[in-house]
Nanobody, 124 residues
Framework: QVQLVESGGGLVQAGGSLRLSCAAS????????MGWFRQAPGKEREFVAR????????YYADSAKGRFTISRDNAKNTVLLQMNSLKPEDTAVYFC?????????????????WGQGTQVTVSS
């Protein structure tokens, strides 16, 4: 069982930065692919970034490349999403997710644990 709790969301002006944090409980964190997803009002949940168990391999959605950075600290059971140069279209609820026991997790259905989400609002 893995529990995920996101924090760090808020209101920021366009061009600003936020750092989202996801605290995980459970002994399976270190062997999980961790991902960040987001869901804007009226839209489907979409992939933002993911990181493999060691933190060496990362993958980003095109919308996040060059602006967002995902990282993890297995000793602290934490995964971070640093978001820079934020745009109004980044406004969404951001979710942390875990794909426990998987080496790769390219599909949203690979993720079997989800946090409750944290709201990010970017004003223009």
């Amino acid at each position: 069982q893995v529990q995920l709790v996101e924090s760090g969301g808020g209101l920021v002006q366009a061009g600003g930065s936020l750092r989202l944090s996801c605290a995980a409980s459970g002994r399976t964190f270190s062997n999980s692919v961790m991902g960040w997803f987001r869901q804007a009002p009226g839209k489907e949940r979409e992939f933002v970034a993911r990181i493999n168990w060691s933190g060496v391999i990362t993958y980003y959605a095109d919308s996040a490349k060059g602006r967002f950075t995902i990282s993890r600290d297995n000793a602290k059971n934490t995964v971070l999403l640093q978001m820079n140069s934020l745009k109004p279209e980044d406004t969404a609820v951001y979710f942390c997710a875990a794909a426990v026991g998987k080496l790769f997790a390219p599909r949203i259905t690979d993720y079997n644990y989800w946090g409750q989400g944290t709201q990010v609002t970017v004003s223009s």
